[in-house]
């Protein structure tokens, strides 16, 4: 028998940007997810700049490999050799970024005013499993489907992985604002009370019922 999921919801909103407020289960602090456009557009800056240093790496490889050939080294003529260090540098270059994506937050964190942290506890990945996550990156389709997902959908879950979330970092709940009662929740309950009070019969009281 599974254990029931500890749910995130309040029932309230932030107080700047009008959306869902949420509570992490281990701690009871509030957070707000970004946006799924600030979720977007962050992961498709940190694809950018991961591609840009990648490229840098590649042409330095691709330097050194010209010059071993000009020098008469057989190994600058090994193609199997160089093919295999140029996926290999494109893991390290992963890694490594996202070594910084899971302590300091990625420059697309930076950008969209967001960090990727756990929902359960709020922390950060850190750098060891932030580099392991990073290295799902290598699955490029998969991944920009998944953002393009969470984009359409307007929620800033992190993609791929069910345990963390993009949390708005310029929401008012992170600035220190208290989050309010959420305006659909209190006139449901408005209306709900209303049609009470219109009905009585339907909740077991008498009209001409005295105190």
């Known amino acids: 028998m599974s254990a029931t999921k500890p749910t995130t919801a309040t029932g309230m909103v932030d107080p700047l940007t009008g959306r869902a407020v949420r509570r992490h289960p281990d701690t009871g602090a509030y957070f707000v997810k970004a946006s799924g456009a600030a979720h977007f557009w962050g992961r498709v800056l940190d694809a950018v700049v991961f591609l840009v240093g990648y490229v840098i790496l590649a042409a330095v490889a691709a330097v050194v490999r010209e010059s071993m050939m000009d020098s008469g080294s057989t190994l600058g003529y090994n193609d199997g050799f160089w093919l295999t260090l140029y996926v290999v540098l494109w893991f390290v270059d992963l890694f490594v970024y996202g070594m910084i994506w899971g302590t300091v937050g990625s420059v697309g964190d930076a950008a969209a005013g967001m960090r990727s942290v756990r929902i359960k506890n709020g922390t950060t990945a850190g750098a060891w499993l932030g580099g392991w996550r990073a290295i799902c990156w290598s699955f490029f389709p998969f991944f920009v489907v998944m953002v393009i997902a969470a984009a359409l959908s307007g929620g800033g879950d992190d993609t791929w992985d069910p345990k963390f979330a993009a949390m708005d970092r310029r929401s008012?709940?992170?600035?220190?604002?208290?989050?309010?009662?959420?305006?659909?929740?209190?006139?449901?309950?408005?209306?709900?009370?209303?049609?009470?009070?219109?009905?009585?019969?339907?909740?077991?009281?008498?009209?001409?019922?005295?105190p």
């Open 172 to 210: 008012g709940i992170a600035n220190g604002q208290q989050p309010v009662p959420d305006p659909k929740v209190v006139a449901a309950e408005q209306a709900a009370a209303a049609q009470q009070q219109n009905l009585p019969n339907l909740y077991g009281q008498r009209p001409d019922a005295r």
